[in-house]
């Protein structure tokens, strides 16, 4: 099983559990965590401000890749790009997931592009999406 986690913030191995289903174990998985560079506003976004955005990516991969191996999850990582749906694409051209784990805050903490819609993504892209809300 390969699983493509796709996160806005840092995770924990037992938010992994609880997003997939009960016959799915992170630990005996392919486990590839993606951190779209996501832009605080629009305002951010069209002044090309993407410093900060690129390192929020970085500790959110770093931090949740530390956290899901020191709970027996072995998983590499990586930065995407801004919008979730083109990071999502971009990585399976070269890990073919079987299965993809999509968080994202709820609508009112949500950052530029993080609304990405786990049904269309699912239906475009022909793979399971688990959608789970974080609660930072």
């Not at 903490?109 to 239906?123: F, I, L, N, P, T």
């Amino acid at each position: 099983m390969k699983l493509l986690v796709v996160t806005t913030e840092p995770i924990t191995a037992e938010q992994l559990r609880a997003a997939v289903p009960n016959d799915v174990d992170p630990a005996d998985a392919e486990v590839l965590v993606i951190a779209p560079a996501l832009h605080r506003s629009v305002l951010h976004f069209w002044l090309s401000d993407a410093d900060e955005a690129i390192a929020k990516a970085e500790a959110v991969r770093r931090e949740t890749v530390d956290e899901l191996d020191s709970a027996g999850v072995p998983a590499a990582s990586d930065t995407g790009e801004s919008d979730p749906m083109t990071a999502i694409t971009d990585t399976l051209e070269t890990f073919a997931a079987d299965r993809i784990v999509l968080f994202t805050h709820r609508d009112d903490r949500q950052r530029y592009r993080e609304d990405v819609d786990a049904h269309e993504v699912e239906d475009r892209l022909g793979i399971p999406v688990d959608h789970a809300l974080l609660s930072r």
